[in-house]
């Protein structure tokens, strides 16, 4: 069992930069592929990036790409999404997910373990 808990999340204005973080429980985090998703309120949880299990590799949503950087320190136990040139739309709760295996995910089904979701709010 992996516990996550976010943080970093607040207000920003449009344009401006965030980096969120996620703080992992156990001993073998590098076995477990990361990702971000976020949720608007009353819309669907969407994939955002994803990272492998020795962060080897990344994946991006298209909207993200090229503003969003995710990365992982896994000495720390930790994964990170550094998310710049904020726009208001991208306003939500943002949760960080622990995947069933150390490869990259992007559906939310390949993911078992979630954090309880930090608040981001863009302000136009």
């Known amino acids: 069992q992996v516990q996550l808990g976010e943080s970093g999340g607040g207000l920003v204005q449009a344009g401006g930069s965030l980096r969120l973080s996620c703080a992992a429980s156990?001993?073998?985090?590098?076995?477990?592929?990361m990702g971000w998703f976020r949720q608007a309120p009353g819309k669907e949880r969407e994939f955002v990036a994803a990272?492998?299990?020795?962060?080897?590799?990344?994946f991006y949503a298209d909207s993200v790409k090229g503003r969003f950087t995710i990365s992982r320190e896994n000495a720390k136990n930790t994964v990170y999404l550094q998310m710049n040139s904020l726009k208001p739309e991208e306003t939500g709760v943002y949760y960080c997910?622990?995947?069933?295996?150390?490869?990259?995910?992007?559906?939310?089904?390949?993911?078992?373990?979630w954090g309880q979701g930090t608040q981001v709010t863009v302000s136009s």
């Open positions: 997910a622990g995947g069933r295996s150390p490869n990259i995910h992007h559906r939310k089904e390949e993911y078992d373990f």
């Open positions: 990272i492998s299990g020795r962060g080897w590799s990344t």
């Open positions: 156990g001993r073998t985090f590098s076995a477990y592929g």
